[in-house]
């Protein structure tokens, strides 16, 4: 496929999966289940809030070596669980997403994820430089949209 190009970072990767792939001017994470980069696939140690630290410091990382950064997502999706944890996931979020136009977040409790952890995040990125559009005038709420070449994403619609 033209344009598409596997990114690699020092971060943990299963060999069946690529840890991101950019396509024009977006990068598509994998999932990151918070494992500790340098190890054998050991889990950041502690509560579910570690965890999803450690997978959003590994995203960054991902992030960046593909050109984007955390402040470029446009949608995020995280799996837990139990949802039992979502306060504590939410806890490690805000200390990375601190600013004012947050992406687009999904949150799903599923049964199970791989190497037994208990949260998973993937997400995606504009990379630097490309063009965005910051809202759309005539909607009832405030609403923000990211506009990836011919790609636009709405959120807001709450």
């Known amino acids: 496929m033209a344009g598409f190009e596997v990114v690699k970072a020092n971060t943990c990767?299963?060999?069946?999966?690529s840890q991101a792939v950019k396509y024009g001017d977006t990068v598509y994470c994998s999932g990151d289940i918070g494992s500790v980069p340098g190890t054998e696939w050991e889990l950041a140690q502690g509560t579910a809030?570690?965890?999803a630290r450690q997978a959003l410091s590994n995203l960054s990382e991902?992030?960046?070596a593909a050109g984007s950064k955390?402040?470029?997502v446009y949608k995020i999706t995280i799996y837990i669980t139990t949802m039992k944890n979502f306060a504590l996931v939410n806890e490690a979020y805000d200390e990375f997403?601190?600013?004012?136009r947050k992406p687009a977040r999904c949150c799903i409790a599923v049964f199970e994820l791989p190497l037994g952890t208990d949260v998973e995040i993937e997400c995606s990125a504009y990379?630097?430089?490309a063009e965005t559009v910051e809202s759309f005038e005539g909607y009832p709420?405030?609403?923000i949209a990211y506009g990836v070449t011919d790609f636009?994403?709405?959120d807001g619609l709450h």
């Open 13 to 17: 990767a299963l060999p069946q999966y």
């Open 49 to 51: 809030k570690d965890r």
């Open 62 to 64: 991902i992030l960046k």
């Open 70 to 72: 955390l402040e470029n």
């Open 97 to 100: 997403f601190t600013w004012e």
């Open 127 to 129: 990379i630097d430089g």
């Open 141 to 143: 709420c405030p609403a």
């Open 152 to 154: 636009y994403l709405y």
